[in-house]
C-alpha cells in the first residue's frame, strides 16, 4: 500500500518480466507532475504504463473499458484497497497492481468498513482510499444488508456498483437491477419485477456523493472517480451506479457495445449526479483552481 511495494532490490532489477520494469519506470506512479496524486488523464491512455491492462474477460466488455477508467480517476492508486466478491468485474479487478480483497458475497461493505476504520487507526497521518467495486447482484441482492447499513451509518468508502443488469458471471440469471420484462437464459418468461431503484435508495439514505453514468465519456468517468473518492476521504459515503452491459448475456455484437452504451445511457441511463451541501463545500474548496495573476 505504499510506492515501496512497487520498488524492486536491485539485486533483482536486471531479471524482472517487462511488464513490472514498465509499471515502475512508466507507470502512472511515476509519471506524476504532482508527486502527491496521480496526474494522468484519460487522453495519456496507451501513453503510459496502466495499473491494469491484461485480463481474462470477454471481448469487448464495457465494464472492462470502464474498470481501467475507475484506476486512472483514483487519486492515490497506492494508498487505495479495493473491495470485491464473486463476479465478472473480480477477473480483472484482481490483475491490478493495487491491493484487493476477496470479499465473501453479502460481506464486501461490511469488511470495507472495517478495513477503513482500521487503515485510520493504522495510519493517522496518511490518508487510505477504500473502494467497493461490484456487481449488481453482489450489492442490490446479496450484499444489500451491508452496503445500505455502510450507507446510513456515513461510512468513509466508495461503492462503485458495475451495473451489467444480469448475474453475468454464473449464467444469465435475472438480477434485482434486470429491467422489468427482460428475457434472459435463465428468465425465459421475462424479469416480473421492476429494476431496483438503486440511486433512490441512496438519497433515501442520504449518501453524501451519488452518481449514475455510462461508460460513453471517459473522462466524466474519471473525473466522477475521482471525486467520490475525496468526498469518502473527508466527508462521508459515496456511490457511483455504472451502466456495465454483458454483451454475452444480452447478445450485444462486440462491435456494438458502445453504441449499445450511448443507446441505453439516451433511454435511461443518463449522467446524473446528487452532491449534499457539506460535500459540494468540499468539492468547491479542493477544485478550485488558482487565478491567473494579471501580466502588465
Known sequence: MSLETLR?????????????????E?????????PSKQSVKVTDM???????EEHPMCAGCAMTLFIRLVYIGMPNPEHTIVVGTAGCGRLAISQASVPFVYGNYGDTNAVASGLKRGLEVRFPNQKKDVV????DGGLIDIGFQGMMHS???KEKFTTIMLDNEVYGNTGGQESGMTNQG?????????????????????KVAEVDYVARLAPTNPARVARTVRRAIMVAREVGHSYIQAYTSCNIEYSIPTPDVM?????IEKERYGFEEIISPRAQEYLNEIEKKPKKKKTD
Not at 496507451?46 to 491494469?52: A, Q, R, Y
Not at 467497493?132 to 456487481?135: D, E, F, S, T
Not at 453504441?259 to 443507446?263: I, L, R
Request: charged content about 30%; glycine content about 8%; proline content about 8%.
Open 259 to 263: 453504441k449499445d452504451a450511448f443507446a
Open 151 to 153: 450507507w446510513f451509518r
Open 132 to 135: 467497493v467495486m461490484a456487481g
Open 182 to 202: 427482460k428475457v434472459l437464459k435463465m428468465a425465459p418468461r421475462g424479469k416480473f419485477d421492476k429494476k431496483i431503484d438503486a440511486l433512490g435508495l441512496a
Open 26 to 34: 512508466h507507470g502512472p506512479y511515476t509519471n506524476r507532475t504532482d
Open 46 to 52: 496507451g501513453k503510459f504504463k496502466e495499473v491494469i
Open 8 to 24: 524492486p532490490s536491485p539485486a533483482f532489477k536486471d531479471v524482472l518480466p517487462i511488464e513490472y520494469k514498465d509499471l515502475v
